[in-house]
């Protein structure tokens, strides 16, 4: 009996990836996509796959509250390029999570691994429902929905995912985000214990937002250099301390 796998993703080349890979897969059947929180629930309890592909951060909540709200709990596999305590989590656990891009070999070994526990009739669902409610109690504050940001005259407020970094300069802090450049007038430790999980602190100039970082490129010396998802593809200096610490979140 093939597997039954459903995606769950926000970001359509993400999707595509998934898909692509899924279809190499004779073993394995896609039972459909969903790209938020609303949608995935009713996916989940229409199809009742057996695997679902969860991403970590999409609209209206997170892949926890899928889990909290479906009737029928699948097999789980998260797919995050930066959630903390999901990644600790699933070390500890030995639940199977991926990170982004996602690898073909990586996958395979998920699939293959739903599989056996779907032939024991492993009490999964079970575990999966523990492990949401401990990440839960250690996750912060939920992340404001918006940040006061001025810009001339004007106040604007800011979606915190819609911000590519914050960095600082001297006592004024400066939102990055696709339209330019915005004072915040909070300081940037603030703004990194407000936005913990989501965001990092690469420098003491820059926080920057996770789910925007493409890549880390080393230099000469042994540091490296973060390269942000803006239209520049600016990058953005890593500092050795922090680099150590990145490593504990996005391995590389």
Not at 104 to 109: A, I, P, Q, T, Y
Not at 120 to 146: F, H, S, Y
Not at 226 to 238: G, Q, R, S
Request: hydrophobic letters at 40%; proline letters at 6%; charged letters at 30%.
């Amino acid at each position: 009996m093939k597997l039954r796998v459903g995606i769950v993703d926000d970001e359509q080349p993400a999707r595509d990836r998934l898909r692509r890979l899924l279809a190499a897969m004779p073993e394995v059947e896609l039972i459909g996509e969903a790209g938020d929180v609303a949608s995935a629930v009713e996916l989940i309890d229409r199809e009742k796959p057996d695997l679902c592909l969860l991403d970590v951060q999409i609209p209206g909540g997170d892949g926890f509250d899928v889990l909290h709200l479906v009737a029928h709990m699948p097999q789980v596999v998260f797919t995050t390029a930066f959630d903390h305590y999901a990644v600790r989590a699933f070390e500890v656990k030995s639940l199977d999570y991926l990170l982004k891009p996602v690898h073909r070999d990586r996958l395979l070994d998920a699939v293959r691994r739903a599989q056996a526990a779907r032939e024991r009739g492993t009490d999964e669902p079970g575990a999966v429902q523990r492990l949401i409610e401990e990440i839960r109690a250690q996750r912060p504050a939920a992340t404001p929905r918006r940040i006061p940001a001025k810009r001339g005259t004007k106040i604007l407020l800011l979606d915190p995912m819609e911000v590519v970094w914050f960095e600082s300069e001297g006592e004024l802090v400066h939102a990055r985000t696709a339209d330019g450049r915005a004072l915040v007038e909070r300081p940037l430790s603030e703004l990194e214990e407000l936005l913990a999980g989501s965001y990092f602190r690469i420098h003491r100039s820059y926080l920057v937002n996770l789910s925007r970082v493409g890549a880390i490129v080393p230099e000469d010396g042994g540091t490296y250099r973060v390269v942000m998802k803006d239209e520049a593809h600016t990058a953005l200096p890593l500092s050795r301390r922090q680099a150590q610490k990145l490593r504990e979140i996005i391995p590389w």
